[in-house]
């Protein structure tokens, strides 16, 4: 895929402009979206706010913010309000939750005439600031993994390019803990990172599952558990959720497969003397790597037979190693592993559907 060199000239600069306009354009299809589906509630609790004495700025923040405010958003800005209740919203995290009260306070103790929702307004906004947060950390990472030049500048970029247009598109800008998880992730693996590549050594590192399991044991669906979710009715959801299991499955098992976890790094490192320290840092990418991807494949097989496997598109927005892998296919467009076993590449057509099939799911 042809990759303007300008855009690396300020690659920062450019993501957070790349970010903006992305968010744009959802809160745009989100707000003009027609009527207020099957969900009423939000639209029942924010029924004052709809008063026309109040000022437009407010009136189109109130209306933004019941837009976005639905199903487990409401859970989440309740809570904030008043505290838990009922023993089912337990299983909606207190962090976030705690989060998104401390800044209400703070803001009420400005103003808070105005806004009805003051909660759903600060869920939205921590949201849109935890991923843009999360897209420059995933640009950090990427870089930090990978021996420093040119190619691995624009795989970091690439990669974080395909966070912003992430499949969980409006889950990652509304009061949901899905951007908020994303951040936390990215934040743990960079931090992870320094550590591991630091004390990596050949043929002496370890896996490490790391902690998937914090935010899936958080969750706990009703009506799941092994083929509890394989009915007749549910086929649309796993159509719905296919591509995406499809995409997590292979890039974390081609982690796996011979020298292909090396594959992203061949072009950085096949030059360099095999003792090189930027030698022993490709390879010890190329283990992190496979570190990482055996929480991604765990979470890819448990969506596919345990729990509700339409919410895949959702939580995959905080593991790195597809992105990584999708951006480095995309850049490459079958120059790497052309002439290994495992066969080409994918083709740059392949990765441009992936990739048009993540803005249609974001923005629908």
């Given amino acids: 895929m042809p990759f303007p060199s300008s855009l690396l000239h300020r690659p920062v600069q450019t993501l957070i402009l790349s970010f903006i306009a992305w968010k744009i354009l959802l809160l745009v299809t989100a707000a003009g979206s027609p009527g207020i589906a099957y969900d009423t509630s939000t639209s029942l609790a924010q029924r004052s706010a709809d008063s026309p004495s109040r000022p437009p700025i407010v009136l189109v923040l109130n209306y933004i913010s019941q837009q976005l405010t639905r199903w487990d958003a409401i859970y989440f800005t309740t809570i904030a309000r008043r505290g838990y209740l009922y023993e089912q919203e337990w299983a909606f995290g207190w962090g976030f939750t705690q989060l998104i009260r401390f800044c209400t306070n703070v803001v009420k103790g400005i103003d808070h005439g105005h806004f009805v929702f003051l909660e759903s307004l600060i869920g939205i906004a921590i949201a849109h600031a935890s991923h843009g947060l999360s897209v420059l950390v995933l640009y950090g990472f990427t870089r930090r993994i990978f021996p420093d ?145 055996v929480p991604q494949l765990t979470l890819a097989v448990l969506a596919l037979f345990c729990y509700h496997v339409q919410i895949i598109t959702r939580i995959s927005s905080g593991y790195p190693v597809w992105y990584i892998w999708l951006a480095s296919n995309l850049l490459e467009s079958g120059k790497l592993r052309k002439d290994s076993k495992e066969g080409p590449a994918w083709s740059s057509i392949q990765c441009t559907r992936i990739v048009k099939y993540m803005v249609v799911y974001g923005i629908v």
């Fill in 149 to 293: 030049g040119e190619a691995t500048r624009k795989l970091a970029f690439v990669t974080a390019l395909l966070h912003i247009i992430s499949p969980a598109g409006l889950f990652l800008s509304a009061p949901y803990g899905e951007s908020t998880f994303a951040l936390l992730s990215f934040v743990g693996y960079l931090v992870f990172s320094y550590g591991f590549l630091r004390e990596y050594r050949p043929q002496r590192s370890k896996m490490s599952l790391l902690s998937y399991l914090d935010y899936c044991w958080e969750r706990q669906p009703q009506q799941v558990g092994f083929l509890g979710y394989w009915t007749l009715s549910n086929v649309p959801l796993f159509a719905l959720a296919a591509p995406m299991l499809g995409l997590m499955m292979i890039s974390a098992l081609s982690m796996f497969r011979t020298n292909s976890s090396l594959a992203t790094l061949m072009a950085y490192s096949a030059h360099v003397d095999k003792e090189s320290p930027l030698n022993q840092k490709a390879e010890g990418g190329a283990s992190l790597l496979r570190s990482l991807a």
